[in-house]
């Protein structure tokens, strides 16, 4: 079964509005959770790295208060899009580490929402 | 620079036949290769992950291997089924949980 949790899938709405996606983590807890942005034909690109009850690391060029992030609890990271523009249109993906040690251990992904902006 | 490149950027089989995915990659340190399946709408699935000691690890009909001398990794797909079309994305960790991630090959898989 789904290991991480996202919703909404796909959002529609106006230019303006904020817009707020949540990733839950659902077998384990998650001190860390991963936020990425995906264009169509693209390869996905972190965004921001959200660790539970402390600020999150935002990637270069991604502006902190245009994303916010909140992991306040060990199962939920939230991304809010403020203000959104149709150029923040794009496919946003969280992914969960997995709990386990080692090298080897995979990342587990959200099915992502498709974010549309009018 | 820490760059996967992967090809080719699509390719379209039919239904039954084998393919092969290439990714080279100049991502350091190395600590792990990853390939993942992404079908449309929906987020990665991991197929196989593959640390510098191993050079090859099935997961069904999907077969992975690496040669970290030349930083080079291929995915191998077997009789391949409709199911199959999907984007498949090599990513590359450095050891971090920083991931580098291939364009990633779109395959279609014709009846």
């Known amino acids: 079964g789904a290991v991480v949790s996202q919703h909404p899938s796909w959002v529609i709405c106006k230019s303006g509005t904020s817009v707020k996606i949540e990733c839950r983590s659902l077998d384990f807890q998650a001190t860390t959770m991963f936020w990425y942005r995906q264009f169509p034909k693209q390869s996905l690109m972190l965004m921001a790295t959200?660790?539970?009850?402390?600020?999150?690391?935002?990637e270069q060029g991604v502006e902190k208060d245009k994303f916010l992030i909140n992991h306040a609890s060990l199962t939920l990271s939230t991304l809010t899009v403020t203000s959104a523009h149709p150029e923040d249109s794009s496919f946003y993906i969280c992914s969960v580490k997995s709990s386990g040690t080692g090298i080897g251990q995979p990342q587990h992904f959200g099915d992502g929402t498709r974010l549309s902006i009018l | 620079k820490n760059q996967v490149e992967q090809s080719p950027q699509s390719l379209i089989i039919l239904e039954g036949k084998n393919c092969t995915l290439q990714?080279?990659?100049?991502?350091?340190?190395?600590?792990?290769l990853r390939w993942y399946k992404q079908d449309t709408g929906r987020g990665p699935v991991s197929l196989t992950i593959m640390t510098f000691s191993e050079n090859t690890k099935s997961n069904g009909r999907y077969t992975a291997t690496l040669d970290a001398d030349t930083k080079q990794s291929s995915l191998h797909i077997t009789a391949s089924q409709l199911s199959d079309s999907a984007s498949y994305i090599c990513?590359?960790?450095?050891?971090?949980?920083?991931?580098?991630f291939g364009a990633g090959t779109t395959v279609t898989v014709r009846a």
């Open positions: 990513v590359v960790s450095r050891g971090d949980y920083k991931l580098s």
């Open positions: 959200s660790n539970e009850g402390s600020k999150a690391t935002y």
């Open positions: 990714c080279n990659y100049t991502v350091s340190p190395f600590s792990n």
